[in-house]
């Protein structure tokens, strides 16, 4: 018996008549839905069905980065589909919404033996480098409660460079400011066994510090060869895990 569905069809319908019961919370450490974002209610509800379809040994939780993989499917498929993978990537999400998710169950029926986390860009604009990493932290922590025998593989959150999004300059310095101080107190919570850190941002840019468009052609999401150095930086270690 799906106990969620109740809960989906009550969304379903405030959505409908633009009335929605949460509001988004200014704390990256507390929950909270998208207002009137029917997508992210249908990619959650989506999750929850994944979830209990099972199985899978790898999930991947994150934002439209992370969602990304499905833009590169042989990619996905090559690098990973050995591992039964789940992709739960949200475009547009921050902590926030991540901490809602895994209230509202997406890691109630599945059992991974690791769980990819990258989530905290969507932040930057508006939360401190301190309280985004507090949000990672109660993910983290989340994710142990909900999945004790899993094992979490934290990335840092990736570079960004300058980009012009909806015709608005984006202050990326000061964001990449705190992604830097972000990764590094996530760095901390490495204990080599149950929680590895990797930070694939080197990969990622010139010896310049910028970053190639032919990598990140908004500066921001990856392109197929983006994905590609993922796995390329990524697979060893998470070979190594699995095992």
């Not at 960004?160 to 901390?188: C, F, Q, S, T, Y």
């Amino acid at each position: 018996m799906n106990h969620n569905l109740p809960l989906l069809r009550l969304l379903s319908l405030l959505l409908a008549i633009g009335i929605l019961p949460f509001t988004f919370a200014q704390d990256p450490s507390i929950g909270a839905t998208k207002h009137g974002n029917a997508r992210f209610f249908e990619l959650h509800a989506s999750f929850l069905k994944r979830a209990a379809a099972g199985p899978a040994e790898v999930v991947f939780l994150g934002d439209s980065i992370t969602e990304g993989w499905t833009k590169v499917p042989e990619i996905w498929e090559s690098a990973w589909g050995k591992y039964q993978p789940a992709n739960f990537g949200i475009g547009g999400d921050r902590t926030q919404h991540v901490i809602w998710r895994i209230e509202q169950g997406e890691f109630d029926k599945i059992s991974p033996k690791v769980v990819v986390l990258m989530i905290g860009t969507n932040n930057t604009g508006d939360d401190s480098a301190k309280d985004i990493a507090a949000a990672n932290r109660k993910i983290v922590g989340m994710v142990q409660e909900a999945l004790p025998q899993t094992k979490i593989l934290l990335l840092a959150v990736f570079p960004r460079g300058p980009r012009n999004a909806r015709g608005v300059e984006d202050p990326w310095e000061m964001k990449m400011k705190k992604i830097r101080a972000i990764n590094a107190d996530l760095a901390k919570l490495d204990n080599g066994k149950s929680i590895r850190f990797l930070d694939l941002g080197p990969k990622f840019m010139s010896a310049d510090g910028t970053i190639a468009k032919a990598i990140m052609p908004d500066q921001l999401h990856l392109s197929p060869a983006g994905y590609q150095i993922w796995v390329e930086g990524m697979a060893p270690l998470l070979d190594e895990m699995m095992r």
